[in-house]
């Protein structure tokens, strides 16, 4: 597994806030998991179309260890896995909500192209 060279340097609130749910898909996983409650893994690739499983799998772990989602395991054969926001997860829907209605202000939406859940979230603001 990749591991960095640097540890991020940190100096604000909003560069913190960044690294947490910036990015293209760590914003995408929260959004996701906010529309559907709870997933297990191969619901959630579904959902996200085009993520590997090796990003998809590093992005979980790094939104786990920042407690965002929520990680459950049920002691059943075949193992059962499912991923959720947690309480602090859920608290960075109404913030992503607000960015995705400030971008669609200068953001020409291309239908095929916008997920299902980014067509949700002129409902909810």
Same mark, same amino acid.
């Given at each position: 597994m990749y591991k960095k060279k640097l540890e991020p340097d940190i100096r604000c609130p909003l560069e913190y806030g960044l690294e947490i749910f910036g990015g293209k898909w760590n914003s995408r996983i929260i959004c996701v998991l906010d529309n559907k409650k709870v997933l297990r893994y191969?619901?959630?690739?579904t959902e996200m179309g085009n993520i590997t499983d090796a990003v998809l799998a590093s992005?979980?772990? /790094?939104? +786990?260890?920042?407690?965002?989602?929520i990680r459950?395991?049920?002691?059943e054969i075949p193992p059962k896995?499912?991923?959720?926001?947690?309480d602090k997860g859920k608290s960075v829907v109404?913030?992503?909500q607000s960015v995705c209605k400030w971008s669609g202000?200068?953001?020409?939406?291309?239908?095929? /192209?916008? +997920?299902?859940?980014c067509k949700k979230c002129d409902h909810v603001i």
């Open positions: 191969s619901e959630l690739r992005t979980l772990k /790094d939104l +786990m260890a920042n407690d965002i989602v459950k395991s049920y002691d896995v499912e991923y959720s926001l947690s109404p913030i992503l202000i200068f953001y020409k939406e291309s239908n095929e /192209d916008t +997920m299902i859940q």
